[in-house]
């Protein structure tokens, strides 16, 4: 196994039950792979509530709140603001518009995405956006919001990432990076290094060679090997480019990186 510097896995559901029971058994198998933080978002209110308590008991593991495009509705705004106080919040999501899946009407999605953008704004936290078959709708939403953040497991073309970009947004890449026939390798060569953040998205989107299993937070090394591969950069120096931004955009100040 390639020894790794220390890697933040950014969007990972360790309160999703497929780590209901192996969480502990999980995170170190985690750590032992150099993935020494995690950021845990959630989905709706009770998987935002678990995330804040996973968070609370390890030191680098920190908990996004939000409900995601599927789930949006049955927002509640006055449960949200309920929990958001804690302080391993970091930011909010998984927040967005999925016009792929269409689980909630589009015009909940787009109100419900409006308001958790307006919070995150007077919050001045950051978010976490999913976005499927929505790119164009999400962006020109999101450029009402003075707010900042990442479009995580992006998958899209050169120009959708100049998109993101463009808004000042972090790309967040994950497994299908190490997907064969995928086009993300050369797409990936196009964002500037500060502005990727690596993620698992576990427990899906397995990356190879273990597509068809649970993902978990461990296998981010796979990403990152064929992130440093696909940019011919070496491990350290990339790893350290990858905590840096981080830390930057979730606002961590932490001892367990330098
Ligand atoms: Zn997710």
Redesign the pocket.
Same mark, same amino acid.
Do not use: F, T
């Given at each position: 196994m390639v020894k790794t510097p220390l890697l933040w896995d950014t $969007?990972c /559901?360790l309160q999703d039950k497929h780590f209901r029971d192996d969480l502990e058994e999980t995170i170190e198998r985690a750590k032992e792979m150099g993935v020494i933080g995690v950021i845990i978002?959630g989905?709706d209110y009770e998987s935002s509530v678990s995330a804040i308590e996973i968070s609370r008991r390890y030191e680098n593991i920190y908990a996004a709140v939000g409900f $995601?495009p599927h789930d949006s509705k049955n927002y509640d705004e006055e449960k949200l603001l309920s929990i958001l106080d804690h302080e391993k919040i970091v930011a909010i999501g998984?927040i967005g518009l999925d016009f792929y899946r269409n689980l909630s009407p589009v015009e909940t999605q787009k109100t419900v995405f409006r308001r958790q953008l307006r919070i995150a704004e007077e919050r001045g936290l950051p978010v976490i956006i /999913?976005t499927r078959e929505a790119l164009e709708q999400t962006v020109e939403i999101v450029k009402g919001f003075n707010v900042k953040g990442v479009f $995580?497991?992006f998958t899209g073309s050169e120009e959708d990432a100049k998109e993101i970009l463009e808004l000042g947004f972090y790309v967040g890449i994950g497994g299908v990076l190490t997907f064969k026939n995928a086009r993300l390798p050369e797409v990936v060569k196009s964002i500037p290094l500060d502005r990727i953040l690596l993620e698992t998205?576990a427990p899906?989107i397995t990356p190879h060679p273990h597509r068809g299993k649970r993902n978990e937070p461990a296998y981010l090394v796979y990403v990152f090997n064929k992130l440093c591969d696909v940019l011919g950069l070496p491990h350290a120096e990339l790893g350290k480019i990858l905590i840096k931004n981080t830390l930057e955009v979730f606002r961590i100040e932490t001892e367990g990186t330098h």
């Open positions: $969007h /559901h978002p989905w $995601h998984e /999913h $995580h497991a998205d899906y």
